[in-house]
């Protein structure tokens, strides 16, 4: 088993590069499935879940050649299979964009049910609402998600909860369907408008992403085009926490600075020092950070994705912080892990109350999912003496390199 080995203390000062955004890369790459022809993605994190998601495109009949570690040739020609069975597909949550894909581009689609963090029921009705709407039957046998259409007709899909997944894989399936569907309530996510960038580019006809209502006019054929993924909000957020919670001052670089206003404006909230660049942000730490109250919430809301980090740095700051998580209904597991190091969160629901500033001190943990993980990375830099993370193949699903991005900035960090 994977662990990482953190000897905290270490303020963290210089650039760092962020990587291709694993989440929109999830999306493009089953995409691609919807073309005939070769596609180039770069940008491409090189992270544990991208590997997962090609393995299964090559056992659909996808021909991918990486040129170099972010670099993705696709021919996509070939593929004749609609089926992805258990193996890979359960390691990822987004290997339910296959369905969308499949659907498209085949009228038929057999996928296994997904994988991925574990914070709640994660239901897909959304996504089986909107394809039914689009005229798929839709059957739930063996593990296996089953649909299949004589004909996809466009047609207007209204979401009852916002979801980034049901938008973009309704969004899939509609790239071809006949005439016209509108997906109102829809969510607005960076990843949903560089999919759609990626789909119009391939010759698809989409309008709206980033607002609440898409309009797609379906086409009968995509082409292979050559694409750069935006870079990855999540894993800078985590970098600008890393700067102030080490006390640090850090430049995080090749990144989209509006991504990350929620963030910022929590961080200057807490007495941060933050520049900003067209596509760098650095962050300063000051003396003393100050506890704060957040809730999160669907883009532009402070994302899910960073509240464990978020609710990590709160923990060790001056004075009552609230943490609120309104997405999912079971994400603050890794509290329990984090209180071996001495901090004091308590945990009512899906709201947390942290109490700083804690004298921590490193230990032995798990990290029970990703993002849980990189709190647990965090909490460790922040800590005196040894803090060892077990199950950190959690943390390789969506973060490139981490413990060599760190120790560029200063850290004294090892994986074994
Ligand atoms: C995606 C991200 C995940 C992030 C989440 C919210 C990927 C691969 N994963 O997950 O990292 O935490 O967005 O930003 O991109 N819901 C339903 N029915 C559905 C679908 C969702 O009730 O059919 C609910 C969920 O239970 C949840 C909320 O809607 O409470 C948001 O989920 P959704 O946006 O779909 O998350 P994912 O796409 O699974």
């Not at 899909?157 to 509609?174: E, F, H, P, Q, R």
């Not at 970098?239 to 206003?261: C, E, F, L, Q, R």
């Not at 922040?382 to 991005?405: D, H, L, M």
Request: charged share 20%; with cysteine; proline share 3%.
């Amino acid at each position: 088993m994977e662990q990482l080995i953190i000897k905290g203390g270490n303020p963290l000062r210089g650039e760092v590069n962020i990587s291709g955004a694993k989440n929109a890369a999830l999306a493009i790459l089953p995409a691609v499935i919807l073309s005939e022809g070769i596609s180039t993605i770069e940008n491409l994190p090189y992270i544990e879940d991208i590997k997962h998601l090609v393995e299964i495109l090559e056992n659909l009949g996808a021909k991918c050649n990486f040129k170099d570690k972010h670099t993705l040739v696709i021919d996509s020609t070939n593929i004749e299979k609609y089926r992805a069975v258990y193996g890979s597909v359960k390691k990822i949550r987004a290997s339910y964009y296959l369905l969308g894909a499949l659907l498209g581009r085949f009228k038929n689609a057999e996928v296994a049910m997904p994988g991925g963090c574990n914070f709640g029921q994660r239901p897909v009705d959304q996504h089986i609402k909107g394809f039914k709407a689009l005229g798929a039957v839709a059957d739930l046998k063996n593990g296996m998600n089953k649909l299949k259409a004589d004909k996809l007709i466009g047609t207007n899909i209204y979401l009852d909860v916002i979801s980034v997944g049901a938008t973009i894989n309704i969004m899939l399936a509609a790239t071809k369907a006949q005439g016209v569907t509108i997906i109102e309530n829809a969510a607005k996510e960076p990843h949903v408008v560089d999919t759609a960038n990626f789909l119009n580019m391939m010759g698809a006809n989409i309008k709206g992403a980033g607002t609440d209502v898409i309009r797609i006019i379906g086409v009968e054929k995509l082409h292979g085009v050559r694409y750069t993924i935006i870079p990855d909000q999540i894993e800078a957020g985590t970098y600008m926490i890393a700067a102030a919670i080490t006390k640090g001052s850090v430049t995080v670089k090749n990144i989209i600075p509006k991504h990350m206003d929620p963030l910022t404006a929590k961080l200057i909230e807490m007495n941060c020092i933050v520049e900003e660049g067209d596509d760098y942000i650095k962050v300063t730490a000051p003396e003393k950070l100050y506890a704060t109250n957040i809730k999160t919430m669907v883009y532009p809301g402070f994302p899910t994705d960073l509240q464990p980090q978020i609710t990590t740095i709160v923990a060790c700051s001056h004075g009552t912080g609230i943490i609120t998580e309104n997405v999912w209904e079971n994400r603050f597991q890794y509290v329990n892990e984090l209180k071996r190091l001495g901090f004091n969160i308590t945990v009512e629901g899906r709201v947390a109350v942290t109490k700083g500033p804690v004298n921590l001190m490193g230990a032995e943990v798990f990290a029970h999912d990703l993002r849980a993980g990189a709190a647990l990375v965090l909490a460790g830099l922040a800590s005196v003496g040894t803090t060892t993370i077990s199950n950190a193949k959690q943390i390789y699903r969506g973060y490139e390199n981490i413990e060599g991005k760190l120790r560029v900035l200063g850290a004294d960090i090892e994986k074994v």
